[in-house]
T-cell receptor, first 113, second 111 residues
Framework: DGGITQSPKYLFRKEGQNVTLSCEQN?????MYWYRQDPGQGLRLIYY???????QKGDIAEGYSVSREKKESFPLTVTSAQKNPTAFYLC????????????FGPGTRLTVT | DAKTTQPNSMESNEEEPVHLPCNHS???????IHWYRQLPSQGPEYVIH???SNVNNRMASLAIAEDRKSSTLILHRATLRDAAVYYC????????????FGSGTKLNVKP
């Protein structure tokens, strides 16, 4: 089955710790994205990558970092510099840039206390 | 970037048609109109998209106004599984997939 996997589904961390969220896709898509969603809100773009070894900041990149060493993988690190890290994090991919649809993973709910 | 306006919530009865409106008065000529929906605690799911002409697929229909300043997502027979938040999004053809998700419309389907 082709798709996007995110792990874990729920993640708990203490304040001040960095945490890395996993995102893997086997759709052979070039572009990948990370979004953050707060309760009752829409999605906000954190980072996106159009090709391996290249990525761009989205609207709320501060306190986050990413890497794109493989086409299939786009991990997101939530650093201790992120002021309000508790949120629902969604990863997505698309065949290429342009008007193509994005395919979303099931999300990771991160709680930092 | 062009933005969209949607009602916060709508209600429908099961097996009746639902018309979800979206206003996008600042749409540009190269903006595609996309609709996604999100079930609770899941990632959004693509529903349909279009540019100028009305579009149909197995999930829904998209009716686009002649001036393209508004569009309507039509679910022909709502089911309980259609209860979700529906997002109307404008995507510029050459803007590298920068999707702007607003708050969307929460659709409640009554049995």
């Amino acid at each position: 089955d082709g798709g996007i996997t995110q792990s874990p589904k729920y993640l708990f961390r203490k304040e001040g710790q960095n945490v890395t969220l996993s995102c893997e896709q086997n759709l052979n898509h070039d572009a990948m994205y990370w979004y953050r969603q707060d309760p009752g809100q829409g999605l906000r773009l954190i980072y996106y990558s159009q090709i391996v070894n290249d990525f761009q900041k989205g609207d709320i990149a501060e306190g986050y970092s990413v890497s794109r060493e493989k086409k299939e993988s786009f991990p997101l690190t939530v650093t201790s510099a992120q002021k309000n890290p508790t949120a629902f994090y969604l990863c997505a991919s698309s065949p290429s840039t342009g008007a193509y649809e994005q395919y979303f993973g099931p999300g990771t709910r991160l709680t930092v206390t | 970037d062009a933005k969209t306006t949607q009602p916060n919530s709508m209600e429908s009865n099961e097996e009746e048609p639902v018309h979800l409106p979206c206003n996008h008065s600042t749409i540009s000529g190269t903006d595609y109109i996309h609709w996604y929906r999100q079930l609770p605690s899941q990632g959004p799911e693509y529903v349909i998209h279009g540019l100028t002409s009305n579009v149909n697929n197995r999930m829904a229909s998209l009716a686009i106004a002649e001036d393209r300043k508004s569009s309507t997502l039509i679910l022909h027979r709502a089911t309980l599984r259609d209860a979700a938040v529906y997002y109307c999004i404008l995507i510029a053809l050459y803007n590298f997939n920068k999707f702007y998700f607003g708050s969307g419309t929460k659709l409640n389907v009554k049995p």
